[in-house]
């Protein structure tokens, strides 16, 4: 494995604490346990400072029980890298310990036909996937990951996305929790984040990316994990899923007492 496949914690001390032990004090100062155990096939998580949403990441990440490998989806907030952008090899750095890369359901993914392409650049300047892995790591133990940001798209190729995902699943047989990250309505205030929310949850819970594409183009609503979340229901509904549950939601307001310009922030477990 050389450096270069090692992918720095480029956000630590920013978005989270920089030592493992002042991770740990956090989210153990929220009170949940580790002892809930829902065997989940899939998970929404926020992934903003933990100051503002991760009590609601934390509170969704410590229902579920652990799987070999998290198949982690997050938008891509800087533009860089290819569509749908798959780091495929060596492992990611967390204050927690390092986390290897799944690099047989990687390879898998890339030999399928799809969207789905091998890329690093994406993943060098974006946060969205590496806030959730302390918190994962705390309450899933040891787990390998399969990242990929994903840029918006037609509705199709989010399909063509899930079905590569899931061909190679298939194949593999693996042991995967699949995780879409994504924030909700940005900057808006709270009375009108909340009703646009709603509606966004509303569609998830029902598994139904239609109504979800539907509701965030006709509301213009600023969730910027769109393209990971409707990947997500896609393939999850493919490998069986049929119940999705909300196990938290708040907005910033909620963490800050400012309510005239707030994010939107959902935890939701899909079984």
């Known amino acids: 494995m050389t450096n270069k496949m090692i992918r720095k914690a480029v956000f630590s001390g920013q978005f989270y604490p920089e030592a493992s032990r002042d991770i740990t004090k956090f989210i153990?100062?929220?009170?949940?346990?580790?002892?809930?155990?829902?065997?989940a096939k899939g998970i929404i998580l926020p992934h903003a400072g933990y100051v503002y949403s991760g009590k609601v990441a934390v509170s969704a990440a410590s229902k579920i029980a652990g799987r070999k490998t998290v198949l982690a989806l997050g938008p891509n907030h800087t533009g860089l890298g290819s569509?749908?952008?798959?780091?495929a090899k060596g492992a990611w750095e967390t204050p927690c310990g390092d986390i290897a890369i799944d690099e047989?359901?990687?390879?898998?993914?890339?030999a399928k036909n799809g969207?789905?392409?091998?890329?690093y650049?994406?993943?060098?300047?974006?946060?969205?996937?590496?806030?959730?892995?302390?918190?994962?790591k705390y309450f899933l133990g040891g787990f390998s990951l399969v990242p990929i940001a994903c840029g918006l798209a037609v509705p199709g190729r989010y399909k063509e996305a899930a079905w590569q995902i899931f061909e190679a699943i298939k194949e593999l047989k693996s042991d995967v929790l699949l995780l879409a990250s994504t924030d909700l309505t940005h900057y808006e205030p709270d009375s009108i984040a909340r009703k646009k929310d709603s509606a966004v949850i509303e569609a998830i819970v029902n598994l139904d990316e239609k109504k979800?594409?539907?509701?965030?183009?006709?509301?213009?609503?600023?969730?910027c994990g769109l393209a990971p979340v409707a990947i997500l229901i896609s393939c999850l509904k493919l490998l069986g899923a049929r119940k999705a549950t909300v196990a938290m939601y708040q907005t910033s307001g909620d963490a800050l007492g400012d309510y005239d310009s707030v994010v939107g922030y959902a935890g939701i477990i899909i079984k």
Do not use: C
């Not at 569509?83 to 780091?87: G, M, Q, R, T």
């Not at 047989?104 to 890339?110: D, F, N, T, W, Y």
């Not at 969207?115 to 890329?119: A, G, K, S, W, Y």
């Not at 979800?212 to 969730?223: A, E, H, R, S, Y």
């Open 104 to 110: 047989g359901l990687a390879k898998a993914i890339l």
């Open 83 to 87: 569509e749908f952008s798959l780091w």
């Open 115 to 119: 969207p789905i392409t091998e890329d």
């Open 212 to 223: 979800l594409l539907d509701n965030v183009k006709t509301m213009n609503i600023t969730m």
């Open 28 to 39: 153990e100062s929220l009170g949940y346990s580790r002892s809930l155990k829902i065997s």
């Open 121 to 136: 650049s994406a993943h060098t300047k974006e946060h969205s996937i590496e806030v959730q892995l302390p918190i994962l």
